[in-house]
């Protein structure tokens, strides 16, 4: 069969689904009328066949790569490392909270401190000071 030819049939005359491929190599087994035309094809575009061949191989690559199994080390590494990062986006709100309870917290004190010098505590303890010696003695 002639896949040129469109009055060659695809049947031929040795039964249905028959090819004119029925010349084989003896030490390959592939048909020579096959390899000739995939030959000629790969004369015809020699770029188009490299890439074609690349982009195969790196399919293949991927799949035998994507089948492998992880070493131990890399799953365990990888879980960590998942586990850091989830512990980071749960910690994070937490973590500005805290941050905000701890800046208001220091506006408290220094809000105490300065009411605390307003009522000139050292005055009244030198009061209670004197009526607490005069009471012991």
Not at 23 to 50: F, H, M
Not at 126 to 132: A, S, T
Request: charged letters at 25%.
């Amino acid at each position: 069969m002639n896949v040129n030819d469109p009055t060659s049939s695809a049947y031929g005359s040795t039964g249905y689904g028959a090819t004119d491929y029925r010349t084989t190599d003896s030490t390959s087994g592939y048909s020579t009328d096959y390899l000739e035309e995939v030959d000629e094809a790969v004369r015809r575009n020699p770029v188009g066949a490299i890439l074609i061949a690349v982009g195969v191989g790196l399919v293949i690559g991927a799949a035998i790569r994507s089948l492998q199994p992880q070493s131990p080390e890399t799953r365990i590494q990888s879980m960590l490392g998942d586990i850091q990062h989830r512990l980071h986006q749960l910690s994070k709100p937490m973590y500005k909270q805290a941050a905000r309870v701890a800046e208001s917290s220091g506006d408290l004190v220094r809000e105490g401190v300065d009411r605390l010098s307003d009522m000139h505590i050292d005055k009244q303890l030198k009061g209670w000071g004197r009526r607490l010696r005069s009471f012991l003695s």
